[in-house]
Nanobody, 117 residues
Framework: QVQLVESGGGLVQPGGSLRLSCAASGSDFNIYSMGWHRQAPGKQRELVAAITMVGATNYGDSVKGRFTISRDNFKNTVYLQMNSVEPEDTSVYYC???????????WGQGTQVTVSS
């Protein structure tokens, strides 16, 4: 019912910056929050950041102070500003959304972020 399309991934050097975008389409009724998860090879998916419809945010411990999540409700778009990136940030980043009872029930296809010199 909800489609999420990520963009903005690519190759970036350590210490650099990258901005990811996610455009939502379809029905957004009952959506409580949007966010970003990531999954690197051999690792489980982890929360990167999430934001509710009223602007409350939550960040994974590994990205606090470096990444910032934001929304443009008029454009149904969520962003992830990635600063001071590290090689450990290399992963596929997934845009996620869901309801209050199931916060991350919908996932996008993902966009690759590679941090390397």
């Amino acid at each position: 019912q909800v489609q999420l399309v990520e963009s903005g991934g690519g190759l970036v050097q350590p210490g650099g910056s990258l901005r990811l975008s996610c455009a939502a389409s379809g029905s957004d009724f009952n959506i409580y929050s949007m966010g970003w998860h990531r999954q690197a090879p051999g690792k489980q998916r982890e929360l990167v950041a999430a934001i509710t419809m009223v602007g409350a945010t939550n960040y994974g411990d590994s990205v606090k102070g470096r990444f910032t999540i934001s929304r443009d409700n008029f454009k149904n778009t969520v962003y992830l500003q990635m600063n001071s990136v590290e090689p450990e940030d290399t992963s596929v980043y997934y845009c996620t959304t869901g309801t209050y009872n199931s916060p991350f029930g919908y996932w996008g296809q993902g966009t690759q972020v590679t941090v390397s010199s």
